[in-house]
């Protein structure tokens, strides 16, 4: 009894995951790809399926008011850590002369662009990562067809 159960959560955490990382999936559409492949792996019944797809749609439904209070709260905390910066920056510039001002808007600058750099790269990865995630999830599906 608990191995079954084991596998299963294991399943639904791990395409919970998967259907995460693609952006502007519907909650409909996580739940039935998470109830076709439980279905699939653990052969659930009609019955089984059914249910298993109502708790999956609930999950994603409080899943998806999560995320959408979270990025709600993260652009806030950005915006106030930006105005905090920003503050200190201009009291900071108060203090110095203009070679150093030139100098830290300089640093700034260098900064703002080694950041860019680092974000260009990491989206770069997440992309490399993804497609490597599809073509790993088309060749599952294809070999579960079979």
């Known amino acids: 009894m ?13 395409y ?10 519907s ?4 739940a039935e790809i998470q109830k076709e492949n ?10 089984q399926a059914q249910r298993v797809e109502e708790l999956n749609l609930e ?3 409080k899943l998806s008011v999560i995320r959408e209070e979270n ?6 905390e950005r915006e106030k850590i930006a105005n905090v910066r920003a503050d200190w920056e201009r009291e900071v510039a108060t203090l110095l002369n203009e070679e150093q001002v030139a100098k830290f ?18 989206q770069h990865k997440k992309r490399e990562y993804r497609e490597k995630k599809v073509q790993e999830d088309s060749k599952t599906k294809q070999e579960i067809d079979r």
């Not at 919970?16 to 999936?25: D, L």
């Not at 909650?27 to 996580?30: A, F, K, T, V, Y």
């Open 2 to 14: 608990k191995k079954p159960l084991i596998v299963m959560m294991m399943v639904v955490f791990t």
């Open 59 to 61: 999950m994603q439904q």
């Open 38 to 47: 439980l279905a699939t792996q653990l052969a659930l019944n009609e019955e």
């Open 16 to 25: 919970t995951a998967q259907a995460q990382e693609r952006q502007k999936v």
């Open 105 to 122: 808007n300089q640093m700034k600058a260098e900064r703002k662009e080694k950041h860019v750099k680092r974000k260009d790269k990491m």
């Open 27 to 30: 909650p409909e559409r996580r």
């Open 71 to 76: 990025q709600k709260v993260k652009q806030e």
